[in-house]
């Protein structure tokens, strides 16, 4: 399963390569959510196992450019990219999920030495 940091979607999202597809609550999006991003709100159902629930949203993805997932931390939006591949979207996790994104956004030391780890370790 394919992952991307906040740092490439930033510079991937500018030239509009993809479709950022937002899992978590409305409420949660609505508060604040990555710009261009479409929201799908089934946090909860993928979380208890209901993979269907994103049936009823497939037909506003489009097929034919990559998907990016993200949910709160980056663990529902994998369910949502497994099932996202199982229909045969090109889909990708948003790691560290919004969460990450707004770290990354803030330059927190946290994201920097989050960073530096993961270019070390990849």
């Known amino acids: 399963m394919s992952r991307i940091g906040p740092s490439r979607l ?17 409420q949660q999006y609505q508060e604040d ?16 196992g ?13 097929d034919d450019t990559e998907i990016i997932t993200v949910c709160k931390a980056g663990i529902v939006a994998r369910k949502a990219t497994e099932c996202l591949e199982e229909e045969g979207y090109t889909a990708t996790t948003l790691t560290g999920g919004y969460t990450g994104w ?7 030391v946290l994201y920097r ?10």
Do not use: C
């Open 33 to 48: 959510h990555i710009p261009e991003s479409y929201n799908a709100p089934v946090y909860h159902d993928l979380q208890r």
């Open 10 to 26: 930033d510079e991937r999202r500018s030239n509009g390569e993809m479709f950022i597809l937002d899992v978590r609550p409305e």
């Open 113 to 122: 030495i989050v960073s530096f780890f993961r270019k070390a370790v990849w």
């Open 50 to 62: 209901n993979i269907e629930a994103l049936d009823q949203y497939l037909n506003a993805i489009p």
């Open 102 to 108: 707004r770290q990354y956004e803030r330059n927190t």
